[in-house]
């Protein structure tokens, strides 16, 4: 596989339930972020991770919880949502210190709670 | 702060030239970039902007004003699959960092 693949492409979750979004890079980058995209808003910068350290929490709620166990895998943990958290989100990777410093987007999950 | 602007919605005719505007403030710039989105997928990456003035990719251009902070993207030969959304973001330096901070996005239908 190539590129950013994220996974699951859609989920439909509960209040009270516990999920996580998977993202996996194949670019052999060192960054890797997550974002949230809610309809006609700009995309909003949750987290960042470079060479595995968060170096930026984007005043997020509690209960959106990241993990970066390497610089190949990030993971969004999901509890107690709420209904105005439904969005895309979309995770990217990019190789920091590069002269072009471009993100590579993942395919987003499409999050749906009720 | 950082603020970026763009036109939310703008209508152009398949074959015809458009232009996509974008202003912006940040404390720590360090590029500019276009994203194309349609709906439902990933933004894909199409010009990169650092240094003034204009850089060529095929049908698509990009130019830049540090001192105005300003860019524009242009579209010539339009086509219906360029019906898209166009994503203007800054590469911003402060704290330390690099991150795109992005505009919401300019929603384009190439008509007929």
């Known amino acids: 596989e190539t590129g950013v693949t994220q996974t699951p492409r859609h989920l439909v979750m509960g209040m009270t339930n516990k999920k996580s979004l998977k993202c996996e890079q194949h670019l052999g980058h060192n960054a890797m972020y997550w974002y949230k995209q809610s309809a006609k808003k700009p995309l909003e910068l949750m987290f960042v991770y470079s060479l595995e350290e968060r170096v930026e929490n984007n005043s997020v709620p509690s209960r959106f919880s990241p993990e970066c166990p390497n610089s190949s895998h990030l993971f969004l943990h999901l509890h107690t949502l709420q209904p105005e958290d439904s969005a895309l989100y979309l995770c990217a990777s990019s190789q920091e210190g590069a002269e072009f410093y471009g993100y590579t987007f993942g395919s987003g999950t499409r999050l749906t709670v009720v | 702060g950082q603020n970026i602007d763009q036109p939310t919605e703008m209508t152009a005719t398949e074959g015809a030239i458009v232009q996509i505007n974008c202003t912006y403030q940040t404390s720590g710039f360090n590029g500019l970039f276009w994203y194309q989105q349609h709906a439902g997928e990933a933004p894909t990456f199409l010009s990169y902007?650092?240094?003034?003035g204009l850089e060529e990719k095929g049908r698509f251009s990009s130019f830049l004003s540090r001192s105005k902070g300003y860019s524009y993207l242009l579209l010539k030969e339009l086509q219906m699959k360029d019906s898209a959304s166009y994503l203007c973001?800054?590469?911003?330096?402060?704290?330390?960092?690099?991150?795109?901070?992005f505009g919401a996005g300019t929603r384009l239908a190439v008509h007929p």
């Open positions: 973001a800054v590469r911003d330096q402060a704290g330390g960092y690099n991150k795109l901070i």
């Open positions: 902007n650092v240094l003034d």
